[in-house]
């Protein structure tokens, strides 16, 4: 009889449940703004007597969903790594109506802190996106910038160093077809690069060759100014490069000049409780471009020779709601072009490939991850056999993170391995502990206040402590929609010499010369920050101070006698960093500029830091309409001495400046489009339009103008 009643019950509440409200859900990492993909979705309506099962779970393909929502439901979300939320069907449509179609929930990680909880459950939801959305934690008082795929599509970048010149402060370093950055000053190897959360620099040098990581399965990427010793570790020295990964079904094509065609193409499907992706990539070109070689007695026109790459990538992930596993490989050939074309090099070639495997899993309220990473590298010369090398580093680490009270936690071990030929091996183990609590002052919520450490302990070098803390208050309103922020951080770091600096580090290679970690002994910045208007119109300005002190920087000085790293006694920075930005509806202007002093010095010597500008900026113009993009983008650097001497105009390379020009088209606006659940993109782009002739790096020269059309399929978001 009990059990007839209670199915009479809810047969009636069925047939009389309330309208449900067509409502867009997108789902965003609380910390740092990123979005989430892969989560489970779950409507159903909040009386405990109706079955669970008239609410099946949904599995977000892509970062959001349309679901319906009536008042009398709740709605669950559930997502490896994060901890689950639930929120009312009548708080989600009054968020909505009050604010937009489109509803923003922020999920907290696992190691998330009582505070971060508390706050999470007294705040109002999200329903903005927001324009800082990254894929680092987000610290107070440090400068980010963020792009979307979205928006580097539209803007014509079909390659990651088209990507990175559209971010701020960036400096692109690039010899022979592999890409490097630069920020604040420092050197590549100082800038940590990873893919959601996972390291790519390689252990053995250090440096994180992204020109070949396929732009289909990316969602956002983020720069990060200054150095991050608890959020990332040892090794953020100068700042971090965050990629997030994505879930998608597009198909891309790119062709342009100098022999260049790119393939990528991205998949996703729900099944077993979980999402499947993939993603893949193949590129190849000549690069046979003319440049002007001054490198003999008299200045001639020549076309690079021995400049070719081909690459492939793929990518997988399996996403749970307790665990996740990604998979990347890739495979590259290219040409060891020479400095200038220098003839000995004509036949070198480089080989190099890459695996890296990612595990995640939730246990107890907390987060354990582990990661293995292998990279092979192989020189071949035809000419001359006995020079092949070859050489394999591995790099293993786990990692565990959790949180007590009011504090985050984590722990972490790993080990690096290189072989290479001639019988050399290396290896080392590490491990760390790192703490970190983030507060709001009591009773004055426009303070925001962070603090962490941690101490690594690596074979051979001990016990390396580094620590941060990093402050923000609002100090007033401007108009009505907006706020003045004074910001302020320091923090400490700590890099230890790669096994490469070690191998080399003497130039006979007879004995291992013993190299020290650099160590930042200070890093400091502080500035305002200034935010008007709403996304559809707004402004912003932020202009910093910065200073850096390391000591015992760890320099490879260019002209050297055996090209080896030294130990120098001090590399100090003294700069500013200012950017703008406004939007107006189909208009937005955005300009960044940098002024840095970077010296070293060194016994009695005091000499420029090589290849750092004493000024540099940029500037991006985007003309828009639902249909229709047109952008223009500006970079600009001083003079760079690459010598390691005083500061000499013989010495350095010339100043620039580098236009670059893109229109696209969305077909899916045109009159009769066949396909109407397909998105399609065509963008033709113009490079360095104004066909200027420089160098990243002395000796190799960069394509003058020059030009690339693409086409991209998407499956259609609405």
Do not use: K
Not at 144 to 151: C, E, K, P, V
Not at 377 to 403: F, H, I, K, Q
Not at 500 to 522: G, I, M, T, W
């Amino acid at each position: 009889m009990s059990i007839a009643a209670l199915l009479l019950v809810s047969l009636i509440a069925q047939l009389n449940q309330p309208p449900r409200d067509a409502t867009t859900v997108c789902v965003i990492d609380a910390r740092t703004r990123a979005p989430v993909v892969g989560a489970e979705l779950t409507v159903r309506p909040t009386a405990a007597m109706l079955p669970q099962s008239s609410a099946p779970s949904r599995r977000l393909e892509s970062t959001c969903a349309v679901v319906r929502i009536a008042r009398t439901d709740s709605v669950y979300v559930t997502r490896a790594g994060y901890t689950s939320r639930v929120v009312t069907g009548a708080q989600a449509l009054d968020d909505v109506r009050l604010n937009g179609d489109t509803l923003w929930l922020s999920l907290l990680p696992r190691d998330a802190t009582s505070a971060e909880r508390a706050a999470q459950q007294l705040a109002p939801l999200r329903v903005t996106a927001s324009a800082d959305m990254s894929g680092t934690e987000r610290t107070a008082g440090r400068t980010s910038a963020t792009l979307t795929m979205g928006d580097v599509r539209t803007a014509g970048a079909s390659t990651v160093n088209a990507l990175l010149a559209l971010l701020p402060f960036t400096n692109v370093r690039t010899a022979r077809g592999e890409t490097g950055l630069s920020l604040r000053g420092a050197r590549r190897e100082q800038v940590a690069i990873t893919l959601d959360g996972m390291p790519l620099n390689d252990p053995a040098t250090g440096i994180a060759d992204i020109s070949d990581i396929p732009l289909a399965g990316l969602q956002s990427v983020t720069v990060a100014l200054g150095a991050d010793p608890v959020g990332t570790g040892a090794g953020a020295t100068g700042g971090v490069l965050a990629l997030t990964s994505s879930a998608q079904r597009l198909a891309s094509i790119r062709l342009g000049s100098f022999g260049q065609q790119t393939v990528e193409g991205a998949w996703h499907a729900s099944s077993a409780g979980a999402l499947w992706t993939a993603s893949a990539a193949w590129r190849t070109a000549t690069n046979d471009f003319a440049f002007v070689n001054d490198a003999g007695e008299a200045p001639q026109r020549e076309a690079r020779i021995n400049n070719d790459e081909q690459r492939a990538t793929m990518s997988l992930g399996v996403i749970g709601s307790r665990a996740q596993l990604s998979v990347l490989g890739s495979t590259s050939e290219r040409g060891m072009v020479g400095p200038a074309n220098v003839r000995t090099y004509d036949a070198d070639r480089s080989h190099t490939n890459r695996l890296l495997v990612r595990a995640q899993s939730s246990v107890r309220g907390t987060t354990l991850w582990s990661g293995v990473r292998r990279m092979q590298l192989r020189y071949v010369d035809p000419t001359r056999p006995s020079l092949d090398s070859r050489a394999v580093a591995w790099a293993a680490d786990a990692e565990w993170r959790g949180a007590v009270h009011n504090v985050a936690w984590r722990m972490g071990v790993g080990a690096d391995h290189l072989t290479a030929t001639g019988g050399i091996t290396q290896r080392r183990r590490r491990g760390f502990v790192g703490v970190q609590r983030a507060w709001r002052a009591r009773n004055d919520e426009r303070w925001s206040v962070d603090a962490g450490a941690r101490t690594d302990l690596i074979e051979s070098y001990g016990l390396l402590p580094t620590a941060s803390i990093g402050a923000e208050r609002r100090i007033a309103h401007v108009g009505g929609r907006g706020h003045l922020v004074a910001f302020a951080r320091a923090a400490q770091a700590v890099r230890v010499p790669t096994l490469y600096d070690l191998y080399f580090s003497s130039p006979q290679r007879l004995f291992v010369r013993a190299l020290s970690p650099e160590r930042v002994d200070l890093d400091v910045s502080s500035g305002v920050r200034v935010v008007a208007g709403a996304a559809r119109r707004r402004a912003s300005l932020e202009g910093a101070l910065v200073a850096r002190n390391t000591r015992d920087a760890i320099v490879w000085f260019p002209g050297n006698f055996g090209w080896s790293p030294a130990n120098v006694g001090v590399e100090r920075l003294r700069g500013v960093e200012s950017r703008a930005e406004i939007v107006a509806g189909m208009a937005s202007l955005s300009a960044w500029v940098t002024a840095y002093d970077a010296m070293l010095s060194t016994g009695g010597l005091h000499i420029p830091t090589p290849y750092v500008p004493r000024l540099a900026g940029g500037a991006q113009l985007q003309l828009h309409t639902p249909a229709q993009h047109a952008t223009v983008v500006w970079r600009g650097m001083g003079a760079r001495p690459y010598t390691a001497g005083p500061r000499n105009p013989d010495f350095e390379l010339a100043a620039l400046s580098l236009v670059d020009l893109t229109v696209a088209q969305q077909l899916r606006a045109l009159p009769y489009w066949p396909w109407p659940r397909l998105d399609a993109l065509v963008a033709f782009s113009l490079e360095n339009a104004a066909d200027a002739s420089w160098q990243s790096v002395r000796g190799f020269p960069s394509p003058g103008r020059s030009w690339a059309m693409s086409f991209t399929l998407q499956r259609s978001s609405q």
